[in-house]
């Protein structure tokens, strides 16, 4: 069965500095996809970055980065440069077998304060 | 990027009473759909996945007969909550997947609608 884990229920960055949202998963399927989402207090679901399991680099998406180890099954996302704007709930989110009609299921979550 | 909007975006309704919510992809078709719930700070949890023309599939423990979900056209699926109760109050929101090669890579969500059952 797939599954999420975020362990870090609340982190506590100052602005400007660098903060890595931590995310492991866990599946059996050889191909899958990796996501982060953010989501500020008006409840959209914004999408940040994405990650095959095939893909040779990590990716990056202007301040956000995806730390990709697979053996050790982790994707945490790194947020460089922190803004007062990404105070938010960020989660990490799986996809198995490709990207089209399969479910994605959610970590539980990290709520991140950005401090002035 | 793909759009996919909700509505409405709230709702207020009497206990007793069924509420639908739609949700649309503006400018994509979407094949398969799928229905969240979110509890005030907790996760996502997938309720449904929508296929159009084809009944939904229901995740284990959510009742097909409360949330009726229906999938008519490639661009709108709905989900209807029938006899609403307060447990039912929630943030529901849908996401898409496209078919036209753009965004095949991730779900685009919908803004969300959040219920409030009295």
């Known amino acids: 069965a797939q599954k999420i884990t975020q362990t870090q229920p609340g982190m506590f960055v100052q602005e400007k500095e660098a903060v890595t949202l931590d995310c492991t998963y866990d599946t059996s399927d050889p191909s899958y996809g990796l996501f982060w989402y953010k989501q500020p207090s008006s409840g959209e679901m914004i999408f940040l970055i994405y990650?095959?399991?095939?893909?040779?680099q990590n990716a990056t998406e202007g301040r956000y980065s995806l730390n990709f180890q697979k053996a050790r099954k982790s994707a945490n996302l790194v947020i460089s440069a922190s803004q007062l704007g990404d105070s938010a709930m960020y989660f990490c989110?799986?996809?198995?077998?490709?990207?089209?009609?399969?479910?994605?299921?959610f970590g539980a979550g990290t709520r991140l304060f950005v401090k002035a | 990027g793909a759009v996919v909007s909700q509505h409405p975006s709230w709702v207020i309704c009497k206990s007793g009473t069924s509420v639908k919510i739609e949700c649309r992809s503006l400018?994509?078709?979407?094949?398969?759909m799928f229905w969240y719930r979110q509890f005030p700070k907790q996760s996502l949890m997938l309720m449904a996945t929508?296929?159009?023309?084809?009944?939904?599939?229901?995740e284990q423990g959510v009742e097909k007969d409360k949330f009726l979900i229906n999938h008519a056209s490639l661009t709108l699926s709905t989900l209807t909550v029938t006899s609403a109760h307060p447990e039912d109050s929630s943030f529901y929101i849908c996401s898409a997947d496209g078919t036209s090669g753009r965004g095949t890579d991730t779900q685009y969500f919908g803004p969300g609608t959040r219920l409030t059952v009295l």
């Open positions: 990650q095959g399991s095939y893909d040779q």
């Open positions: 400018d994509f078709q979407a094949t398969t």
């Open positions: 929508s296929n159009e023309g084809s009944k939904a599939t229901y």
């Open positions: 989110a799986m996809r198995e077998g490709g990207t089209g009609g399969f479910k994605t299921i």
